[in-house]
T-cell receptor, first 111, second 114 residues
């Protein structure tokens, strides 16, 4: 079993929809959880950073971490065509250490 | 946010040659940088952790003599792919640790070995 599982999609939604992206993991020692957005042939861009369990909101984006279920989510409200990208979850046991990534979910938002 | 650059963005080389990729943190100092490799439709896989002034730490299965890493200053780390072969063709991405919690990624370098 891989450490981090993420459904690769693709996920296609109409503009304005609410998008839910998820990852599960097996290592209970993970404490730091991140979501990155990656456009084609570009490096990942940090979207959200969360420590331990709980919710964090930033504009249209909400990140949730449920450590008891080893499950993290990213919600995108009022999705826009510019949100079309691959979304990668990443996590680490300690702050500032190398990240373990999911495979990424490809999202397509149509206008 | 913090900016990390990589050079070159794309390189094509012949099999057997060596290629150097630079990773720079432009507006912050990074004592730690990471090198990842990403194959098409795959996730980023950590290759090595680069610490300024010391030897890099390589992940299992990554040949340290083939992927030479030098972190000579707080703003620059280099990855040299020695004697490159077609199977080394990939997207190489570095990240730099800006704080205890966050790290920022470069735009990546696409390597094609013919």
């Amino acid at each position: 079993q891989k450490e981090v599982e993420q459904d690769p999609g693709p996920l296609s939604v109409p503009e304005g929809a609410i998008v839910s992206l998820n990852c599960t993991y097996s290592n209970s020692a993970f404490q730091y959880f991140m979501w990155y957005r990656q456009y084609s042939r570009k490096g990942p861009e940090l979207l959200m950073y969360t420590y331990s369990s709980g919710n964090k909101e930033d504009g249209r984006f909400t990140a949730q971490v449920d450590k008891s279920s080893k499950y993290i989510s990213l919600f995108i409200r009022d999705s826009q065509p510019s949100d079309s990208a691959t979304y990668l979850c990443a996590m680490s046991e300690q702050a500032g250490t190398a990240l373990i990534f999911g495979k990424g979910t490809t999202l397509s938002v149509s206008s | 946010g913090a900016v990390v650059s990589q050079h070159p963005s794309r390189v094509i080389c012949k099999s057997g040659t060596s290629v150097k990729i630079e990773c720079r943190s432009l507006d912050f100092q990074a004592t730690t940088m990471f090198w990842y490799r990403q194959f098409p439709k795959q996730s980023l896989m950590l290759m090595a952790t680069s610490n300024e002034g010391s030897k890099a730490t390589y992940e299992q299965g990554v040949e340290k003599d083939k992927f030479l890493i030098n972190h000579a200053s707080l703003t620059l780390s280099t990855l040299t792919v020695t004697s490159a072969h077609p199977e080394d063709s990939s997207f190489y991405i570095c990240s730099a640790r800006a704080s205890q919690e966050t790290q920022y990624f470069g735009p990546g370098t696409r390597l094609l070995v013919l």
